[in-house]
């Protein structure tokens, strides 16, 4: 995803940004970028030639905080990848390093920018679904090869990417969860690997408690060919929402109000009617992404906040939301317990250290 961030910023892509320099360990990727900008192969040696406003941080999961707490003491902006970290531990360090130094903060949460998803946030924070009754996800449309995980080490491991579907694909789709529906008192999961050849898990079977109702989350990255759903039902409505299209039903009365009525066994017809509307994603939209993918939306929003244009749609400090759900999940699956939320951050560190040790020994 650097790659692709760099191309965004180097075309002109990012009002009010521009591309001044590329740091890569990689030397082939280094010579790729070296007709187009400064490169470097040390962020450190970079920081120290370059006068920076801000930068993206698109490495390998475990690096990310040591990376952006290293920018955000010196003041520069930070843009850093999903996941904001491996651990709820280290996310939180970051978040205090953030705060301290004043500088802006953000995360690749790209799917926050869907008006599928914004449209149906605003109708579950405005009231108008009624008393959360239910919800239920299922993300089954990332597939991924035996040959994706081959292609580089780090991935599908513990000890190089602190988790497998769940911290890479799924983050996304919890983070639109809990940015719609707010955050759950606790989960109980089960992870498995299927067909592949892996450390870590390629499907998650979730359930969320919340105070009056579950959120049922299932994922996988094996299936063929794959769905991604968002059911969110209340008394007074339901949500089916996809990526690119999300179908409305809004009740004329409310479920209480149809139980109350009734003086049949299924309730009365009359009282079950409902408006029916349908939300898009839009064709210009889809084209636009097409061409410079979602994640450039994210890159214009930070711009036009780093240019004194008001808040971010997705502040870094709420990158830590997600990942309580991805920690808590693999530390449900690990115990075969609940686990509370929010989760106690240096208990599961030591949890992911004591499997990332057992991959590194061949257990």
Same mark, same amino acid.
């Given at each position: ?160 990417? #602190? +988790? *497998?579907? /769940? &911290? ?9 969860? !809990?940015? $719609?529906? =707010? ?124 240019? #004194? +244009? *008001?808040? /971010? &749609? ?9 990942? !309580?759900? $991805?920690? =808590? ?35």
């Amino acid at each position: 995803m650097g790659g692709k961030h760099a191309l965004n910023l180097a075309k002109g892509r990012v009002k009010g940004a521009r591309l001044a320099c590329v740091c890569d360990t990689d030397k082939t990727v280094r010579g790729k970028w070296s007709a187009r900008c400064a490169v470097y192969a040390d962020y450190k040696v970079m920081a120290e030639k370059e006068k920076l406003d801000a930068v993206v941080v698109a490495t390998p999961h475990y690096s990310h905080v040591e990376i952006a707490k290293f920018f955000l003491a010196r003041g520069v902006a930070v843009l850093v990848e999903k996941p904001v970290s491996v651990t709820v531990e280290w996310a939180e360090e970051l978040n205090k390093a953030a705060k301290s130094s004043g500088a802006l903060f953000g995360i690749m949460y790209n799917q926050r920018t869907n008006r599928v998803y914004a449209h149906v946030r605003e109708l579950v924070k405005s009231g108008r679904l009624g008393t959360i009754r239910r919800a239920n996800i299922t993300v089954t449309d990332w597939y991924r090869s035996q040959f994706y995980y081959d292609m580089g080490g780090w991935r599908a491991s513990w000890s190089g990417e #602190g +988790g *497998g579907t /769940l &911290i890479n694909q799924c983050v996304h789709q919890l983070d639109v969860m !809990q940015w $719609i529906l =707010g955050m759950p008192e606790s989960v109980t999961a089960v992870c498995r690997t299927v067909n592949r050849n892996i450390s870590t898990e390629n499907e998650v079977c979730a359930n969320f408690a919340y105070k009056d109702f579950n959120a049922v989350f299932t994922a996988s990255a094996h299936e063929v060919p794959g769905v991604n759903v968002m059911e969110i039902a209340g008394d007074r409505g339901l949500v089916r929402a996809g990526k690119f299209r999300a179908d409305i039903y809004l009740l004329e009365k409310s479920e209480e109000e149809i139980n109350a009525l009734s003086r049949r066994d299924y309730g009365n017809k009359k009282d079950k009617k409902y408006k029916k509307y349908t939300v898009r994603y839009g064709l210009f939209n889809l084209l636009r992404d097409g061409i410079r993918g979602q994640q450039c939306n994210i890159l214009c929003d930070f711009a036009r906040v780093l240019n #004194g +244009g *008001g808040k /971010l &749609i997705a502040p870094g400090e709420e990158g830590i939301n997600g990942l !309580q759900l $991805i920690n =808590g999940v693999y530390a449900s699956d690990w115990t075969k317990k609940t686990m509370a939320l929010p989760l106690d951050g240096k208990a599961y560190t030591k949890l992911l250290e004591e499997h990332a040790a057992g991959e590194k020994g061949g257990c």
